[in-house]
Each structure stands twice: as structure tokens, then as C-alpha cells.
């Protein structure tokens, strides 16, 4: 099992930054891909961004990129998402996912977290 903690989420105006972590615990080496999904009220759980622990290749959706960075340290097993430039319509919750295949849908993820909210007020 992989236990994965995020932090980092709160409320901050349009324009502004945010840097979430998402701390990997207990059988990470089962995993090649660290990607970061959001949901907003109403809406489908959508990729935002994935890193894989080696190597580093990053895939973005289009609708972050430019704005968004996932990066990540094997030593602290901590993958990391810089929001800057926020827009009201990245309000969601922000989950951390793990797992072998690497891809951008839900079903490539097997251990998500607990989710950080993250509100853009205009």
C-alpha cells in the first residue's frame, strides 16, 4: 500500500500562487507516476499534471500549462504542484495519485489522498 498525504491548499485572490505537496509513505517503489487531479463542484475528477519518480518527464493539461509545475524530491518521496497565475475557475479540490502506469486518466492512478481545497476568489 501507498499512503499519500497533500497540504498546501487555501483561499487566495486571482493572480496569485500556491505550492502543494503530497507526501508519499509506505510501498512508493510500486509506483512510476505521481500525477496531481482536481474536482470542482459538479464536475468530473480531471488530470492536472504527472511526474514520473524517475526520470522527471512531466505531462500537463493544456488548461495549466504555462501557469502550473509538478516537480518532485526521491529523497523526501514528495511530489510538489506550483499554481501561479490563479484563475477563479482552478477552484477545486486537489488530489494527489499514485501509481505504475503511467498515464492521465483516473483509472492509471491505484492510491489517491484525502484532497486540498483550493479556492480562487475573483
Known amino acids: 500500500q501507498v499512503q499519500l498525504v497533500e497540504s498546501g491548499g487555501g483561499l487566495v485572490q486571482a493572480g496569485g500562487s500556491l505550492r502543494l505537496s503530497c507526501a508519499a509513505s509506505?510501498?512508493?517503489?510500486?509506483?512510476?507516476?505521481m500525477g496531481w487531479f482536481r474536482q470542482a463542484p459538479g464536475k468530473e475528477r480531471e488530470f492536472v499534471a504527472r511526474?514520473?519518480?524517475?526520470?522527471?518527464?512531466?505531462t500537463y493539461a493544456d488548461s495549466v500549462k504555462g501557469r502550473f509545475t509538478i516537480s518532485r524530491d526521491n529523497a523526501k518521496n514528495t511530489v510538489y504542484l506550483q499554481m501561479n497565475s490563479l484563475k477563479p475557475e482552478d477552484t477545486a479540490v486537489y488530489y494527489c495519485?499514485?501509481?505504475?502506469?503511467?498515464?492521465?486518466?483516473?483509472?492509471?492512478?491505484?492510491?489517491w489522498g484525502q484532497g486540498t481545497q483550493v479556492t480562487v476568489s475573483s
Open positions: 495519485a499514485a501509481g505504475w502506469t503511467i498515464g492521465t486518466t483516473k483509472t492509471d492512478y491505484t492510491y
Open positions: 509506505g510501498r512508493t517503489f510500486s509506483t512510476r507516476a
Open positions: 511526474i514520473l519518480w524517475v526520470g522527471g518527464s512531466t
